[in-house]
């Protein structure tokens, strides 16, 4: 099944415990994108991928880190994290660039929360 | 830089009646295209429908039709005859023509609830 795996789901830590996600998708896709989703705020772009070793920032990439050593995984790192870094969050990827013609898939969300 | 605006934050429609989920957005551009997606409580993050700005035709998938106006900047969702499976956040989002980062702008969301 064509799908984009996020882990964990749910994720509580503490100030300064530094974090990943993990994301995976076995699409061979090119282009691989994290978000956050805040209430009243949707989902904004943290940082995306268009192949490997090409990443760059989205919208609101401080305190947050990523990678891309294969095609296929993007995972997220929070190295110091902050309770402003409580969100939800999701990995996404698409076939190439231009979402109207690749649209985008998406994981099923990581539910992070930092005290 | 683009904004996308979503004023509802919840409604609330009868089962079998007829809804309409407003969104405004504001660019310079020309061209680009809108979405609306849908978020179940499974978080979820499901295509309902696009609209190219360059097409002056409504799009519509089944139940779901959008009116789109390019000179106001509207992009609304209507859903018709809506079922108990509608209930949902739904977002607005925009893409640019150049969208180097595959980027989307999306609104702050409306909560659809459906009454039985």
């Known amino acids: 099944e064509a799908q984009v795996t996020q882990n964990p789901r749910y994720l509580i830590t503490v100030t300064g415990k530094k974090l990943t996600v993990t994301c995976s998708q076995n699409m061979n896709h090119e282009y691989m994108s994290w978000y956050r989703q805040d209430p009243g705020l949707g989902l904004r772009q943290i940082y995306y991928?268009?192949?490997?070793?090409?990443?760059d920032k989205g919208d609101v990439p401080e305190g947050y880190k990523v990678s891309r050593k294969e095609k296929r995984n993007f995972p997220l790192i929070l190295e110091s994290p902050s309770p402003n870094q409580t969100s939800l969050y999701f990995c996404?990827?698409?076939?190439?660039?231009?979402?109207?013609?690749?649209?985008?898939?998406f994981g099923n969300g990581t539910r992070l929360t930092v005290t | 830089a683009q904004t996308v605006t979503q004023s509802q934050p919840e409604m609330s429609v009868q089962e079998a009646e007829t809804v309409t989920l407003s969104c405004t957005y504001d660019t310079s551009e020309s061209d680009y295209y809108l979405f609306w997606y849908k978020q179940p409580p499974s978080r979820q993050m499901i295509l309902v429908i696009r609209?190219?700005?360059?097409?002056?035709q409504n799009a519509t998938e089944n139940r779901f039709s959008v009116n789109f106006q390019k000179a106001a900047k509207s992009f609304s969702l209507k859903i018709s005859d809506s079922q108990l499976g509608d209930a949902a956040m739904y977002f607005c989002a925009y893409e640019p023509v150049n969208n180097a980062g595959n980027m989307l702008t999306f609104g702050g969301g409306t909560r659809l609830m459906v009454k039985p």
């Open positions: 991928s268009m192949n490997v070793e090409v990443t």
């Open positions: 996404a990827s698409s076939l190439r660039q231009g979402l109207h013609n690749s649209p985008l898939h």
């Open positions: 609209q190219e700005a360059y097409k002056q």
